[in-house]
């Protein structure tokens, strides 16, 4: 079969590979479509990051590595344990986790210390023609939600887990910095929790305009005033603030715009350490929360499950990500340099196999 094979810096290869063999408790998914990630991108650039130099701790696996983990397709070879049936279309939930650790122990496999994701950690992936994964890790899809954007439901889950983690509620005040493919998840996640007046703060007119077509009550740039005086202006200070945009600006601005005892999540990860004021967080009781994916392992189902309903009664909109559709063989030139290219108006490239 046709994989795109990490190997290491801006050097991405579209070769043909054996597919992997399918276990008792495994099942073959034909992939539909695989949405390129952030954290590709970040590999891409600068990487290895996450992905494996040397044989990772669970998968065995290391570079060159079929990388991917935003997968949506139809299962078409099944293990003999397995109960789902051929032709079932499933979002692929792409935890990696060890079993073993503290972590996994307390059902927190998401935090596991050994764990990773499909397509970055080994273990297959999804731009490729199909992936062999563990049956827990395929969530079914209803069959009015077209199977290839069961490929949103992983960076939208991540928008679900980061909304939890926040503590979020019905009529809170709510700021979001940056409206990139996670930041756009993150504002849909919100405003289906209940959350409102919602304020993007976004430097990208597209992208700007992606998001108050998404709902956002009022988007800002940046670059032309400062944010957390219009917002603080209007409300006093949010209840929640998310930084998705992984820069030093964009945390302080969410952790000086909450409220004394508000929230800031931080859902962004950042290539390099940054500078804040922990003042900001002391004298104010501002709460300072941390998100990491989504759960996995037997959880794998329960936020990809609210995701997938979200997506089949139209609170999400998955499409409104979608900038791009291109072939596999094209994953370079069309996928991660475009990209990367200075003033790209893309947000999220599906690739097709």
């Known amino acids: 079969m046709r994989a795109a094979r ?9 070769e043909e ?9 495994d099942v073959r998914v034909e992939v539909a479509a695989c949405g390129i990630c952030g954290s590709d991108l970040h590999e891409y650039a600068a990487g290895p990051i996450t992905i494996p130099e040397a044989p990772h701790p669970v998968t065995g696996d290391a570079l060159p590595i079929t990388i991917g983990h935003e997968i949506g397709g139809t299962i078409v070879e099944t293990g003999a344990d397995v109960d789902l049936e051929e032709g079932t279309n499933v979002a692929v939930n792409p935890i990696i986790w060890c079993g073993d650790c503290q972590y996994c122990d307390g059902g927190n496999y998401h935090r596991c210390q050994s764990g990773g994701f499909v397509g970055l950690s080994g273990g297959g992936g999804g ?3 199909n992936v062999v994964v563990s049956a827990e890790k395929a969530i079914p899809i209803p069959d009015d939600v077209p ?3 069961a490929a949103l439901v992983e960076p939208f889950t ?4 980061a909304v939890e983690q926040s503590g979020l509620r019905p009529g809170d005040a709510v700021a979001v910095f940056g409206s990139g493919p996670i930041g756009l998840a993150v504002l849909q996640a919100a405003l289906a929790a209940g959350a409102g007046p919602v304020y993007v703060s976004e430097p990208q007119a597209t992208r700007r305009t992606r998001a108050a077509d998404c709902g956002a009550d009022v988007t800002i740039d940046p670059s032309d005033g400062d944010p957390v005086s219009t917002i603080r202006d209007e409300t006093g200070g949010v209840d929640v603030a998310f930084e998705v945009a992984g820069v030093e600006q964009s945390l302080n ?5 909450t409220r004394a005892g508000g929230t800031a999540t931080i859902v962004s990860l ?5 500078a804040i004021d922990p ?5 104010t009781e501002r709460i300072v929360v941390g998100t990491a994916a989504f759960e996995g392992g037997p959880l794998s189902g329960r936020e990809f499950g609210t995701t997938v309903r979200n997506f089949a009664t139209g609170d999400f909109d998955p499409e409104a990500l979608v900038t791009s559709r291109i072939d596999l063989e094209d994953i370079v030139e069309d996928g991660f340099e475009t990209l990367m290219a200075d003033g790209s108006d893309e947000v999220k490239i599906l690739v097709r196999p």
């Open 270 to 274: 950042f290539e390099e350490p940054v």
């Open 147 to 149: 199977v290839e954007l």
């Open 279 to 283: 003042n900001d967080i002391v004298v």
């Open 127 to 129: 731009f490729s023609e």
């Open 17 to 25: 590979m054996d597919p992997e063999t399918v276990g008792a408790n």
């Open 6 to 14: 990490y190997y290491g810096p801006r050097d991405v290869r579209v």
């Open 253 to 257: 601005h969410a952790l000086t715009v």
């Open 158 to 161: 991540v928008g679900v887990h």
